[in-house]
């Protein structure tokens, strides 16, 4: 949708009284609008739109029973910005190797981690590959849409 759609509907009413919007890059994902080490109310409904389930591989629980998982570690001077964010499922969260920052010392997961591959948040496996999650809703998320 363009700006000046979303303005015309926003002043017709159609929008309701609240209005929410994302700027996404077509390769690097969420534009970063805000800085904390919490994710915001914003950066967790960002978060949701862009991946609507669980985007580790074969899981099917949905974003907004997912809790936002900082792809870079924030131990590891990983930021809380929206290209740095995505939903995991509890369990995902839990198992996914934080390990070290990429470019510094960079090891392969022992278990997995996710990472952010041409804008898409995907599985690096302790193998190398790179696999999505192949849900139905995984392919209707925001950046599958642009």
């Known amino acids: ?22 700027l996404f890059h077509p390769t690097a994902g969420p534009v970063n609008l805000y800085e904390a080490r919490f994710a915001s109310f914003k950066q967790r409904t960002l978060a949701k739109t862009e991946n609507l389930v669980c985007p580790w591989p074969e899981c099917n629980v949905p974003a907004d029973r997912c809790q936002v998982h900082h792809i870079d570690a924030h131990k590891n001077s990983g930021q809380t910005n929206p290209s740095n964010l995505s939903t995991l499922c509890a369990y995902h969260n839990g198992v996914n190797d934080d390990g070290d920052v990429p470019g510094k ?28 999650n192949t849900h139905d809703l995984s392919t209707m998320g925001a950046m599958n849409l642009i």
């Open 1 to 22: 949708m363009t700006g000046a759609e979303i303005v015309n509907l926003a002043m017709s009413g159609a929008l309701g009284d609240k209005i929410y919007a994302g």
């Open 105 to 132: 010392n960079f090891t392969r997961p022992k278990r997995g981690r996710t990472v952010r591959h041409r804008g898409k948040v995907k599985l690096l496996t302790p193998g190398g590959r790179l696999v999505s």
